[in-house]
Structure formats: structure tokens, C-alpha cells
């Protein structure tokens, strides 16, 4: 099995597992009466969204404070987590820190979606995740770490782009999508680092008490960027800094000319961190070929 596919195959079943866990959910509704309680606008803001009475400044500076509270906690955790120092068990510890790493992200990565006016991510029952869910999901994700091409994603998922396409192309399975070819490359991109990143986990755990603090310390510096790309991002798809209908128009073609838009490998897969070494290409012949058949 290449990288590729290894990667892609890491990213979903991350995806499942975070959706099992139920503290990782947002529900839109509690989340706005709690960000907008006492506010004249409040049914507006429930109904349509915050983006309907706030500008995107506005919106922007409150996704401050939402990030640098969500990253307190994170680190908190990720300290606690990282206090094991049984070499024996430290390569599970260091798995369940990143899987609780990457649910804190998805959980903060919901509250800049509903504050910037997305609708539920989760709207099934426990464990239940919609085809239209993982593509945001992976989205989301890709943009807070910084993959090339994230954002194109974030913008052809958005709540804008399901408006103009409408409920029938909307309701389309994953994998008939036209941008499902750069889902793909995007998620394998995120599984590689994942399993990257788990390694550095590991080790962490093997150094007593020290570990809780580099833990922390590596969360803390991390996460408050992955927030802002986020919050960056819906900012400008919400002011109309991307060309939503060029998104549209590129990504609705079939078979060719979607794989198209996410031929060139290095458009798409990209380095994310100055702090780590480049990880090279990823191949991506056989999701070329998977596509095709």
C-alpha cells in the first residue's frame, strides 16, 4: 500500500473515531446561545447565522477569544497526557494525545464554522457521519494545518457553495463529488503528518514530567495557529475574497477536467511547519488511476 493510501486510510479512520466521541461535537444552537446570550438578535442569529447582524471583523475578533480559550485547554490536557513516562506504554499514550489533540481541533474548528455563520456539522445519530460531514471535516482540518488546497475544499463544502449548487448535487455520495480527487490528496497530506506526529507523541512520554511540559508547550505554539488559518479562512469566504463560482464551475466538471484541478501534486501537497523537516512529495498515482476507473 503506498503513502498515499496510507495516509488517506489514517485520516478516515481518525475521522470515525472523533465522531464517536461526544464531547468532540458541537451543537450549533447551544454553542451561539452561549456566545450571543443576552443579544436582541439572538433567533436571527440561530436561524440565519452570527453573520446576518455581526460584520466579519467583528466575527474575527470574537474567534480570537474562542481559539486562545480552546487552546488554554488543549494545552492543559495535552500537559496531563503527556506526564506517562513508562516507556511501555508510551506509544499509546502518545496515540491517545493526538487523537485528543485532533479532537479539540475539531471541536474548536465547529465553533469558527457555526460562528461564521455553517450550518450542523453532525446531523445524524452517535457515531453517524455524513458524506458531506468528512469533506468539511477534512477541510477543516487541512486548512488548520496548513495543506495546499485546503481552502479551495473549505470553499466548495462551505454553506454558500451548498446554496448555489443546490440540494441535489449537494445530496451527491462522496466519492461521486468532482472534488473528491483533492479530498483525497488532502487527506492523505493530513494522515501522513498524523503519523508523523505520533512518533514525536511517543517520545514524549518516554521523559518524566518534562514530557507533560514539551507536550504542552508543542500544543500550545501549534494550536493557536491552526485557529487562526481556520478563522482566516471563513473570514474570507465570507467577505467574498474567493470566487466562489469559478470554485464551483472548475470543480463541477466531470472526470477530466476535475482531475484537473489537482493534477500537480506540489499545488496541492505542501510543507506546513519551518520548525520540521520537508516530507517530500506524496504520490498520488494511484488515486490519478482510482479516479479514472
Known amino acids: ?23 468532540v461535537r458541537v451543537n450549533r444552537e447551544e454553542f451561539l446561545k452561549s456566545a450571543f446570550k443576552g443579544s436582541e438578535h439572538l433567533d436571527l442569529i440561530l436561524s440565519r447565522g452570527p453573520q446576518e447582524v455581526f460584520t466579519s471583523e467583528s466575527l474575527r ?3 480570537n477569544d474562542i481559539i486562545q ?44 464554522a457555526y460562528l461564521f455563520g455553517e450550518d450542523d456539522l453532525f446531523t445524524g445519530g452517535h457515531g453517524e457521519v455524513s458524506d458531506q460531514a468528512k469533506g468539511r471535516i477534512v477541510a477543516y482540518l487541512g486548512v488548520m494545518l496548513g495543506a495546499g488546497g485546503a481552502a479551495s475544499l473549505l470553499v466548495a463544502t462551505s454553506k454558500k457553495a451548498a446554496e448555489i449548487m443546490g ?20 487527506a492523505a497530506w493530513i494522515g501522513v503528518k498524523i503519523t508523523k506526529q505520533s512518533v514525536g507523541k511517543a517520545v514524549s512520554k518516554a521523559v518524566p514530567v ?17 485557529g487562526n488559518r481556520l478563522a482566516d479562512v471563513f473570514r474570507k469566504n465570507l467577505d467574498g475574497e474567493y470566487d466562489i463560482d469559478m470554485v ?23 510543507p506546513i ?18 479516479h479514472h476507473e
Open 248 to 270: 464551483l464551475k472548475e470543480q463541477a466538471q466531470a472526470g477530466a477536467e476535475a482531475n484537473e484541478i489537482i493534477n500537480d501534486a506540489d499545488s496541492v501537497v505542501e
Open 210 to 226: 518534562l514530557g507533560g511540559f514539551f507536550s504542552a508547550g508543542i500544543t500550545y505554539f501549534t494550536f493557536k495557529p491552526m
Open 273 to 290: 511547519e519551518e520548525l520540521e523537516e520537508s516530507q517530500g512529495d506524496i504520490s498520488t498515482e494511484d488515486f490519478a488511476e482510482e
Open 69 to 112: 480559550s480552546s487552546t488554554n485547554s488543549t494545552s492543559i490536557a495535552s500537559f496531563v497526557a503527556g506526564l506517562p513516562s513508562n516507556i511501555a506504554v508510551a506509544i499509546a499514550a502518545g496515540g491517545a494525545d493526538l487523537t485528543q489533540y485532533f479532537g479539540f481541533a475539531l471541536n474548536l474548528a465547529q465553533q469558527l
Open 1 to 23: 500500500m503506498s503513502e498515499a493510501k496510507k495516509g488517506y486510510n489514517t485520516t478516515m479512520n481518525l475521522i470515525t473515531t472523533l465522531s464517536q466521541l461526544p464531547l
Open 167 to 186: 440540494k441535489k448535487v449537494a445530496a451527491k455520495a462522496l466519492t461521486k463529488t468532482a472534488w473528491y480527487p483533492l479530498l483525497k490528496k488532502i
Open 61 to 63: 475578533k470574537k474567534a
